[in-house]
Each structure stands twice: as C-alpha cells, then as structure tokens.
C-alpha cells in the first residue's frame, strides 16, 4: 500500500520560511514526475512545484518562483518542499504527488496517482 506522508507544516510570520517533507512508504522515487500543490479556503487545487526524479529537472508556478524549492532525497525515499519569504497569500493546506508518468512534469492534480494528506500552512503579516 502506498502512503506519502507530509510533515512540517506549522505557522509563521511573513518573510519566514518553512520546510515541508514528503516522505512514501510502498513507492520508490523513480522516473516519475513528484510535486507539491496546495489550496486555499474557497479556491482551487493550485500546482506550485513538480520535478521529474529522472534528472532533477524541476518546474514552478509563477506564483512560488525563486521563493520555494523542490527537492528530493533519494536514500531516504523523500521529496522536499523548501519554502522562503513567505507571505500571507500563501496560506494553504500543502499536499505532495506522485507517480505521474506524464512528461514533461506537468502542474496538472489529475497526472499524479498518489497523495499526501496535506499540511497546512498559514502565514501571518
């Protein structure tokens, strides 16, 4: 059975940083396509980051870019999501993906197969 399971979620003041972890248990990281999305209260599921585990190549919303960063660790089977300069209008429950085969890594929640619980976020100003 596979299982992602998020952790490191919490609160913080704007312009602070936060790192979520992803970590799959019954899945192996491997030439696929792993990404984090998140969702606001009243909004929909938004795609902010995903990275093909092939190469390392990885992809970002505008909305996150230059502030988040995806990453992996393959010997501990877990994926990252490394969160600076935060702000208000990123408050959200956070959720990893995986095991999309479709390339290149899209920010689309119907190509990934498998999914975290969620975490939730909240920056305050």
């Known amino acids: 059975q596979v299982q992602l399971v998020e952790s490191g979620g919490g609160s913080v003041q704007a312009g602070g940083s936060l790192r979520l972890s992803c970590a799959a248990s019954g899945y192996t990281y491997s030439n696929d396509c792993m990404g984090w999305f998140r969702q606001a209260p009243g909004k929909e599921r938004e795609g902010i980051a995903t990275?093909?585990?092939?190469?390392?190549?990885?992809y970002y919303a505008d909305s996150v870019k230059g502030r988040f960063t995806i990453s992996q660790d393959n010997a501990k089977n877990t994926m990252y999501l490394q969160m600076n300069s935060l702000k208000p209008e990123d408050t959200a429950v956070y959720y990893c993906?995986?095991?999309?085969?479709?390339?290149?890594?899209?920010?689309?929640?119907?190509?990934?197969?498998?999914w975290g619980q969620g975490t939730q976020v909240t920056v305050s100003s």
């Open positions: 993906a995986a095991d999309s085969t479709r390339f290149p890594c899209r920010l689309y929640s119907y190509d990934y197969n498998y």
């Open positions: 990275m093909y585990t092939g190469t390392g190549i990885t």
